[in-house]
């Protein structure tokens, strides 16, 4: 309701290139800060729910006053408390997916994908909604109906079953790990660490051109609708890719296809680069549901198949949220640099160049040889 064109709502108010991406910037700071000990705090907590609905209404609330705000620097001080919750809860909700689903199918197979389309679902439905109020009535019902669906989520949280937020016994009998035991694990499996640092370079570089994509939609003649509808088609596009990515990664392999979305992505940038118009704008922007689907199921399931289940959380904390965020705040810098000097589309050829070093390292990382087997009992 609110996400997809919060950049439009910050260029109606004036801001400049440099103060958008600083919004975006200071709230990646603030993440990489705060995201492992909320990981670690999940990992230990006795109440995990409660942890999950406490954040869900932190969330609603720093976000809904982004929208509300007009002034620079109560917007990112709201936008910093957002981003500094919002990142570990999303990374901790999707690995909880992922457990979830690992356990109630009969060999083991995670079925992730056919839990997380119902998200991409529901996002197809509310942008192309939600691009159709904007256009027409302004933020504000955006902003009510955002904090409408916040109130349900919490509803939804508070009606699951305990079991889905309880850990193993044997997983509880075993000591916690410290955050610099976690990293330290991290770094010394030379596959997962030079994979994420590829993933920590390729997905933030993507957040760059997020970040100002919908502006030069709209400098190429596209309304909100149009960005509502193109993020609502890329949502409705993950569906089929989230139903089986899970054993396309198996079958292809993990390093194959990381490898094949930094390319897959080179190519959108290029293409944009080359063809500067609002249809090749907003043709590559709907079909980000291919790398993004493939990117976050391949992520959770390198992470997993990789480093003990009592210290995932932790981890996904540190990867997903901590290094991507050094990546972001380096994305949203030059971008707005870019953007402010040059103009959108060279934002698109410094994708293209960071998605390059991406592909480099991620050809560098060797065989992938995980150190846990797996719930089925086989080494993929």
Known sequence: MLLAFLSLQYDSLGFSGIQISTIMIVGS???ILVAPRYGLLYDRAIDKRQVLVISLVIMGVSLSSVAWLKAFVPILFAYMIYRMVMGPYYSIS???SYAVAAKSTDKGNSSFGSIRLW??????????FAGWLYQSF???????LFLVFTGLSVVVLLLM???VFKVEEEEEAKESLSIPAVLKLVVSHRFLWLMVLALAISDPTQDGVRSFEPIYMSNLGLGAGMVGLASS????GEVPFMMYADRVIRKIGIQRI?????????????????????????????????????RLVGTLMLVNLSLPKRVVNTAH????VTLFGVGYIVSNALSGLVVDRFGNREVYLVAAALNLLSLFLALSAGRFEPKLTPVGGKNE
């Open 317 to 320: 904390a540190f990867i997903y």
């Open 233 to 236: 088609l890329s949502a409705i």
């Open 94 to 96: 999707e690995n909880l």
């Open 29 to 31: 700071a603030a993440l």
């Open 119 to 128: 998200g991409s679902i529901g996002y197809a439905i509310a942008t192309v």
């Open 138 to 144: 302004g933020i504000t019902i955006n902003t009510m």
């Open 258 to 294: 990381i490898v094949a979305v930094i390319l897959f992505d080179l190519v959108r940038r290029l293409l944009v680069w080359f063809f500067p118009s609002a249809a090749m704008v907003f043709a590559t922007s709907i079909i980000t549901s291919v790398s993004f689907t493939f």
């Open 161 to 163: 079953p305990d079991s």
